[in-house]
Every structure is written in C-alpha cells, then in structure tokens.
C-alpha cells in the first residue's frame, strides 16, 4: 500500500473514496449476475440510489489535486491532463443521465492491433446503451465502473504494482463486463438486433472508413431513438437472450 501513497492525499480520502467505487462496483455486478433488476438499482429508492453515487463523483473531483505529466506518454498507460478532463465529463455523463432515468481512448496504446480494435468497438456499444438510456441505471453504472477503474489501473500501473500487459488485460475485462451488462438491458427490452448492428456499423464507419464522429455520433442520436421505440421493440417479441439464470 506504501506505493499508493502521496503528498496529494495526505488523509487518505482519494484511496478510501477509491476503495468505496471498486466494492460498489463489485457489489453492483455481483447483484447483475445474480438476476437483480437493474443491478439493484430497481429496489432502491432515489435518494439511496443517489447516496451510493455520490462518493464516485467526489472521487473523481479529488482526482484533480494530483500532479500529473503534462503531455501522454507513448504507452498511454498514465493519467494526462486531456484523458483526466475527458473521465470528468464522461463521469458527469454517466450521473446525468442516470439522474435522468431515475474514454480513455484506446487506438494510440500500445498493444496488438486486434485488441486496440475491439477495446475500441466496445467502447461503441456503451455509448449506443447510453443513448438508449429509459428508467435504468446499470448501463451508465458499467460506463461510470469503466471510467474510474480505468484510472485506477492505470495509477497501478504507474506505481509499478501490475506490467502493460495486465493493464490491456483488465481493461479488457472492464470492457467485457460492461458489454454483457449492455447486451443484456438491450435484450430485455427486445432492442437488441437494432442496437447492436447500429453499434456494430458505427465502429466500422469511424474506425475502418474515418468518419467524423459527431456527424456519426448526431446521426446515431437521431436514427436510434425511432428505430427503437416502445411500440417497435414491443413489435419485435419478447425473446430474452438472458446472461444470468
């Protein structure tokens, strides 16, 4: 634990913050796989919901007290500036909307291009679940669990506690957890089909053709919303493809 410490967090709230968001999220996906509506979320009330989220938006304002390279570095394996204010946005993304219902960018990182391409397509499917965001808030609690453990890793990383690799490989795994909890809130609202072949086809045309991704991006907001609509979903079958028993 010695290598964790630092002159920034002197009392310890950074860790004891960071240590509440990785039990949360570990509680949170234990209650996914053990058939929990919502990841348990639907039997909480909103100030309970709101209570357990709370500390994860301070943690990521007591991130802004460290000291940190002013530019990346080629590994991509440490907090700069650009990737710290984008988790911030993303992080008040994922609280938004989740108060509404109630990236690290990966092609530069050095590893194979394969993994870079699917890290990269997955990435795609949260965004596609938060667009299609309707009274839940798992999707944007697996968004807000990649986005803040990501950091974590990486400051692992950094501290010489975990190699490269094992960083790609947890990141990997955050990723993989968060595309089953997607896939499954699209199943269980009959929209999977749709949802994954417009996630599926926005990767391809802004990772293999270049297309500008807030053309892509506005396109997608305005496309998905009427080819996912209630009365379509509905019209589709209730056919759960369920990842828990």
Sequence with gaps: MAKLSSREDRWHGHKLLGLYALLHFAYRYHAFFAGADDMGFADQNGWSSAASLAP??????????????????VTGSRIWPEYRWHALVFTLRSLVLMAIASSRTIRDLAAPAGAQYLM????????????????????????????????????????????????????????????????????ARGVLPVAFTVANAAAIARLDGGANKYILWAAVGLLLPALCAPERAAARGGNRMSLHP
């Design 56 to 73: 994860h938006l301070l943690l990521q304002l007591s991130g802004l007290t460290f000291s940190i390279p002013r530019r990346r570095i």
């Design 120 to 187: 990269s397509a997955t990435q795609f499917h949260a965004t596609t679940g938060c667009l299609l965001t309707r009274g839940r808030l798992s999707v944007q609690l697996v968004s807000l669990c990649v986005i803040q453990s990501a950091a974590f890793v990486m400051t692992l990383q950094r501290r010489g506690l975990i190699t490269h690799r094992q960083d790609l490989c947890l990141y990997a795994g955050l990723l993989g957890f968060g595309l089953a909890v997607v896939l499954d809130d699209f199943s």
